[in-house]
């Protein structure tokens, strides 16, 4: 890896990660609009909240960034839904955007290889590497101990909780 895709990569995280975060969590909100007729909120960033959009029962509350390991945050809060299948749609959506967006950066990347703009294999790497974090971040089975997540579960635990629930 040259000093310039580390750059490139620093860059595209600061930027990105709130992008696909922002993505991540609209996946879940879609599937709890689909399945509720109640509001939905989509949460980013801090819970100091700088600005508010409204799009008919989709509230999204934009925070700002008291520090850098909060770039990614994101969470979304709704209803309760009274059935396991619609709950683990709901759950699995963020991580399936999550994979989209780096099967669809890892399909850029691939055809910029030999592109006369060399910056461009490198955002597409850094976006894709950047989704492939989040995806295992948010796939695999966790109370997140640390940082900005810390007391939450991961989607892949919410996902496993319903499936070992009895039915």
């Known amino acids: 890896m040259k000093l310039i895709d580390i750059i490139i990569f620093i860059i595209m995280y600061i930027f990105i990660s709130p992008i696909t975060t922002l993505l991540h969590e609209l996946s879940h909100a879609a599937m709890a609009l689909l399945f509720s007729n109640d509001n939905v909120y989509v949460n980013i960033g801090s819970n100091d909240i700088r600005k508010v ?66 910056i461009l294999p490198s955002i597409a790497n850094s976006i894709f590497w950047i989704s492939i974090i989040q995806l295992f971040a948010t796939i695999i089975p966790q109370n997140y101990n640390y940082g900005s997540y810390r007391g939450f579960t991961s989607d892949g635990y919410k996902i496993l909780k319903l499936i070992r629930k009895s039915k």
């Open 53 to 118: 959009v409204k799009i008919n029962r989709l509230i999204i509350n934009i925070g700002k960034y008291k520090h850098i390991k909060n770039i990614s945050f994101g969470y979304v809060n709704y209803s309760e839904i009274n059935s396991k299948i619609k709950n683990i749609i709901i759950f699995a959506s963020g991580p399936l955007m999550t994979l989209f967006i780096a099967l669809i950066s890892n399909y850029i990347l691939i055809n910029t290889l030999n592109s006369k703009y060399l």
